[in-house]
């Protein structure tokens, strides 16, 4: 009772925590009557300023739109200014007479004689049209219009505000009109250390608590078994996600926290991406303790739970900001393709190139590290050199996933999907990266008649937001943790390849211990039904497995251990069981 009390009262202090940081959005007005004019000027000139201090004081989530009418007021008078109005459109149409022979250059001239840059444009995208046969003036008229839409586009990405970076410079604008007393870094102590100090208090039983794995009732508590609260932490992670991706302006209040931590850290103002990898890291450490409490006395466990979160604090998340500090590329030194599916983009390349021997010298680390380093490692170590000790993903499924790794499916038909969507996610990113190197190399935007810029959208897209982010973290409550590691993740995929065929990495067992308890099969973050092969005494080297040990950790017989020995006798198809019967040739197989 006294233990469920201690846990309740920590469970209060995060959730009031967790309303206060999501109420930021609703209660807190952002305001641009309060800011100064000079500071707006400078986002897009001062006829934007105007548009904006003409808005009330309103939270984030109804100054959203607001901003978001104001763009497309702006974006509109742009096109008015600089682009082809619908009038002018009709005055060529109509110069023509019906006769799309005698569209040319003076046409376009006698039409928009004020406005240069729309008459280049306009001449660059249908010089092709003139002179040209056409079946019938309206099949000229449907082209010209669409090349009248294109000019107006590029005036909006020239001058005003385009799609590509529409909500990024929503974050920005309304960041200008954010309170000052948020960015003084006393409400990020308050609301982060309430957290904080909340979980410390909740985790008080634990530690208090014998040591020893114990089951505690994982299949009976709903906030454990994908239903009751499991959903709503399941609801709030996809939608934090969806936000942070695509609507990141929503949380302006909430990255502005963070201003000072991110002047001192990297030089600059926070951003999503800041407030989010803060967020993975303190909850990465706050999950990481109660992964020290729960498996003290494990060393193994200690030990891997210590090197995930120091790989995560120094080099996921100080060292690209240090490099930002020195205006350098953000690089993650740890994150290889084809994880890091961007690192042979062109920009990227450009950015390497251009920084001299620091570039130079990231852009080899990059393919020694996937060339070599993935392989030889994964020889001796397994995969698990990655995935259980260094890897940001895998850290925050060992910690934050942890209490939901007994819902991974252990189901064969879950183990065929498995292996069809992680492999096709593989062959993906390999086809991405050959169109994106060919156009970096080449110059060259299309191969194969398919653009590269439209392939590696459909990647981030699809792998980078829908499955890497809402579906492999949003999903740890419904399915267990490791979803992305399990079935999207393409260095997984690749460093299982290494493992299954050519690694002296391997888990054994002994087949006469085993008691068919099941833990090892409960605790199994992959979905690995361990205990299967625990009862026959034969190895575990599934490329899936990720060598996390806990299966050993959990086993009260010792009946699994992990090691790395010759590669003669890994696979033992047909092992010899020993048991209460004698010995024995399980020929089941």
């Not at 400078?42 to 100054?63: C, E, H, N, V």
């Not at 660059?124 to 099949?139: K, L, N, P, Q, V």
């Not at 030990?303 to 790989?311: D, E, G, N, Y």
């Amino acid at each position: 009772m006294k233990n469920r009390m201690i846990e309740k009262i920590g469970a209060s202090l995060i959730l009031l925590a967790t309303f206060a940081y999501i109420g930021l959005t609703f209660l807190v007005d952002n305001s641009f009557q309060k800011t100064d004019a000079s500071e707006l000027d400078k986002i897009k000139g001062p006829d934007f300023t105007r548009m904006l201090t003409s808005l009330d004081d309103a939270p984030p989530a109804i100054m959203f739109s607001q901003v978001g009418e104001k763009i497309n007021q702006y974006n509109h008078d742009m096109v008015s200014q600089k682009g082809i109005s619908s009038e002018e459109q009709k005055a060529i149409l109509a110069e023509l007479d019906g006769k799309a022979a005698t569209y040319s250059e003076d046409v376009i001239e006698n039409s928009l004689k004020k406005k240069d840059w729309a008459k280049e444009k306009l001449t660059e995208y249908t010089s092709w049209m003139i002179g040209r046969d056409w079946e019938s003036f309206e099949a000229f008229e449907g082209e010209f219009k669409a090349k009248v839409s294109d000019v107006n586009a590029a005036v909006v990405n020239e001058f005003g505000v385009g799609d590509g970076g529409r909500e990024n410079f929503r974050m920005e604008v309304m960041k200008a009109g954010t309170p000052d007393w948020l960015r003084s870094g006393m409400a990020a102590w308050l609301i982060f250390g309430l957290a904080t100090l909340g979980s410390f208090i909740y985790l008080v039983p634990l530690a208090q608590s014998s040591p020893g794995i114990k089951n505690d009732h994982i299949y009976h508590r709903k906030s454990q078994t994908g239903k009751g609260s499991a959903l709503l932490v399941f609801a709030a992670l996809v939608a934090f996600y969806i936000v942070l991706y695509k609507f990141p302006a929503f949380l302006v209040n909430q990255s502005v926290l963070l201003d000072p931590l991110s002047e001192w850290m990297s030089g600059g103002a926070s951003s999503q991406w800041f407030l989010y990898g803060f967020l993975y890291t303190l909850t990465m450490f706050i999950m990481g303790l109660r992964m020290f409490l729960k498996y003290r006395g494990n060393k193994y466990q200690q030990v891997r739970t210590a090197s995930v979160f120091f790989f995560q604090v120094v080099f996921a998340f100080t060292l690209p900001q240090i490099l930002t500090r020195l205006q350098l590329p953000a690089y993650d030194l740890k994150s290889a393709w084809p994880l890091e599916y961007t690192f042979f983009f062109d920009y990227r390349i450009d950015e390497y190139l251009q920084e001299g021997t620091l570039g130079l010298f990231l852009l080899f680390w990059g393919i020694i590290l996937f060339a070599i380093g993935v392989p030889v490692f994964t020889y001796f170590y397994g995969k698990r050199w990655y995935c259980s000790w260094v890897c940001g993903c895998g850290g925050l499924a060992e910690t934050v996933g942890d209490p939901y790794r007994h819902l991974s499916d252990k189901r064969l038909g879950a183990w065929k999907i498995e292996r069809y969507l992680i492999h096709s996610v593989l062959v993906f990113a390999v086809v991405m990266t050959v169109w994106v190197a060919y156009t970096a190399f080449t110059g060259t935007s299309e191969l194969l008649g398919i653009s590269s810029y439209s392939i590696r959208s459909t990647y981030g897209f699809l792998i980078g937001f829908v499955f890497a982010g809402a579906v492999g973290t949003g999903f740890y409550p419904v399915m267990g943790s490791r979803v992305w590691c399990r079935f999207g993740c393409p260095l997984a995929a690749y460093l299982g390849f290494v493992q299954r065929f050519k690694s002296r990495f391997r888990i054994t067992t002994n087949g006469g211990q085993c008691i068919s308890c099941g833990n090892c099969s409960t605790y199994c973050e992959m979905g690995i039904d361990v205990r299967w092969y625990a009862q026959r005494g034969q190895n575990i080297v599934r490329s899936s497995c990720v060598g996390c040990g806990v299966c050993s950790s959990v086993c009260p017989r010792g009946v699994l251990k992990l090691e790395n020995g010759p590669e003669e006798g890994r696979i033992n198809e047909n092992p010899i069981i020993i048991g209460s019967e004698g010995a024995k040739l399980n020929l089941s197989e």
